[in-house]
């Protein structure tokens, strides 16, 4: 049961959190980005979350959790990757004001996807042996 919640949490942080997040004029409606920019977006955040529901589908009905974790961590490492290349493409993750969310001194973006990709990675090879199963 364990192992369920702790996928569930992370599929909820990039299929629901971000999402509500990002339906606002700061992303969706920001008035400063362009119909296409735009069309990319929710795009973007519809695929999420359909591969979110699809994730928590797999683990609480099919009990699937290897192709939801990968599924999960290529969600995730997608935005990392992002992050990670943005001086490349001229990405940010400030606002136009230059104001940026963070937590401690970090993105919250970081925190959170960095938080989940571990423990994706963790669920993932200590689900993947017979002997460490939890049990669910």
């Known amino acids: 049961m364990l ?3 702790m996928i ?4 909820l942080l990039y299929a629901g959190a971000v999402p509500l997040l990002e339906i606002s004029n700061t992303h969706m409606f920001n008035p400063n980005w362009t119909p296409h920019v735009r069309i990319h977006e929710v795009w973007q955040l ?4 359909a591969i979110g529901i699809l994730c928590l589908w797999l683990v ?10 990968l ?3 290529l969600v995730i490492g997608g935005f990392l990757i992002a992050y990670l290349l943005q001086d ?20 919250i973006g970081i925190v959170g996807f960095g ?5 994706l990675v963790i669920v993932h090879f200590y689900g993947s042996s017979d002997n460490n ?4």
């Open 3 to 5: 192992k369920k919640i």
């Open 71 to 73: 599924l999960s961590l």
């Open 46 to 49: 519809s695929t999420n979350t």
């Open 115 to 119: 938080l989940g990709f571990i423990l």
């Open 88 to 107: 490349l493409y001229g990405g940010s993750m400030k606002y136009l004001d230059g104001s940026e969310k963070t937590i401690l001194n970090l993105n």
């Open 60 to 69: 609480w009905v099919k009990k699937e959790f290897k192709l939801s974790t």
């Open 133 to 136: 199963k939890v049990s669910t």
């Open 8 to 11: 569930s949490l992370v599929i």
